[in-house]
């Protein structure tokens, strides 16, 4: 354990303690206006991570000189960071939401209960699941974007929105478990293990729809009395969409989705997006630039500060027997990012298929506890946070509200 790892640690340490601070900031904001802007800054959950790591960098340079500090800093991955920042944007598009609204409304008729109450249904359950297609990222936008103004909002109990919002965040994670590509944890252990979509599908897929199914209805079922038509009703936008305008959105997300892991090329697609939009501009709404690279920004800090944390998290992974390590890998992803523990599972020689199984399984249910559990969460928070008190989502909050439906998957991880 060499010095700038134990400082990496304690930086890290130091960033955790922010993001679950991150509330009482907003509080502060309110109570000294003469400093709000800086207290608000640092209560904005996507900086944290960000600033911590140029902590990190600027400690480094320190101690280990200037170009070792710029080599590490190079030596990371940052796909995962861009493509949910341009995943987001995309996503969050208007013709995109119109198109997947359209959709949902149409299948909110055949239901036995209120549009209203349907539509939050498909939110909290079909487009999590969705999101073993067009990826989780994706669907937590989509989701997010759904939900805001029929959840996220005035008048409903605060109880109620953590409680949303932790089967949102758990469903999410364990919903793009149906594929090998849409799920961050999955992502980093399909091809070392060799894991395809057909093996997800058998072995995870159906435990994880069980999940998301129930915990979203059970929710539904708590929303009931607070979702009516009336004040879920948005105001029509004056130029609809056309439906060519839309499609077209619709293959740029794909394409995004299909480049997941080129950043050349999903970085051009998405030059071309904005070109398109701009031409087409009668049609849109403003881009979600800056949400996206606030989320992005939050990405790359928990890529650099996790780079820093490998020399004391492989060996606990590496030292459980399969069932103690299902539930040690449920408690790490709360603080260090699922995907960031399973890519360093893989990394263990021998590990059994027992073992394989259950420690994805444990990260992937854990996904929802914190804001830094897995990498879709943070979009999630920037987009919903505002209908929250103090414009601001708690730490404390969002793991009472997730646990429930944390238990539920875990349950069924381990039939």
Known sequence: MSLMETLGAVIFGLALLHTFSAKFFEELAHRHERHAGLFHLLGEVEVVFGFWAFVLI??????????????????RQYTEPLFVFVVMVVAASRPVLEIVGRALKVLARFTPVPDALAMVWFGLAVVPL?????????????????????????????????????VLFVNVSIGGTLTSYAAPPVLMVATAWQWDSSFMLATFGLKAA???????????LLLRKHITAENTETIAP?????LIVSLIHLVFLAGVVLFAHHPVFFLGLFLFFMGYTQAYERYQNPLILKEGLLVGFFLAGLVVLGGMQQWWLQPIVASLKPHTLFFAALGLT????????????????????????????????????????????????ALLRRGFNDESIGAVGLL????PPTVVAALLFLL
């Open 130 to 166: 969705l999101g073993s297609l067009i990826t989780e990222p994706a669907a937590m936008t989509l989701a997010a974007l759904m939900l805001a103004p029929r959840i996220f909002r005035q008048g409903m109990p605060e109880w109620l929105k953590y409680a949303a919002l932790g």
């Open 210 to 220: 069980v999940a998301v199914l129930f915990n979203a209805t059970i929710v539904t």
């Open 400 to 403: 009472l509200g997730a646990s």
């Open 58 to 75: 600027v400690v480094m340079a320190l101690v280990s000189g200037g170009d070792a500090a710029v080599a590490y800093a190079e030596s």
């Open 334 to 381: 709360a603080i260090t990012d699922n995907a960031a523990l399973t890519y360093l599972g893989s990394l263990i020689a021998g590990l059994s298929e027992q073992a394989k199984y259950l420690l994805v399984a444990g990260a992937v249910a854990g996904g929802g506890l914190t804001v830094i559990a897995n990498a879709p969460n943070p979009a999630g928070v």
């Open 238 to 242: 004056a130029t609809p969409v056309p």
